[in-house]
């Protein structure tokens, strides 16, 4: 019987541990917003932007440099920025 609960408990760690989402860290990209509604970094990195409230807002500075503080995920070789903050940066 206790080897049974031992067994059982383990699954259930094990399905929790695999189950939670992996956090991601925030990174701070430095760059321009292009006309075509992305972020392209001083290094010619190019990120999406997702389609969020903070992320639209960054969008309307086309043309202008930037700081966006977010996460980043790929999808389909797509890297795209969920944008948590940003600020303008002076010219």
Do not use: W
Not at 11 to 23: D, K, N
Not at 62 to 83: D, L, N
């Amino acid at each position: 019987m206790k080897k049974t609960s031992v067994r059982i408990l383990a699954v259930l760690v094990l399905t929790l541990v695999l189950a939670t989402p992996v956090l991601a860290n925030e990174v701070t990209l430095i760059g321009k917003v292009n006309d075509s509604y992305q972020i392209e970094t001083d290094q010619g990195d190019i990120y999406e932007v997702a389609d969020t409230e903070m992320g639209n807002e960054l969008l309307s500075h086309i043309g202008e440099r930037v700081e966006a503080t977010g996460t980043i995920s790929e999808e389909e070789g797509v890297k795209i920025i969920r944008v948590a903050a940003y600020m303008v940066l002076e010219k």
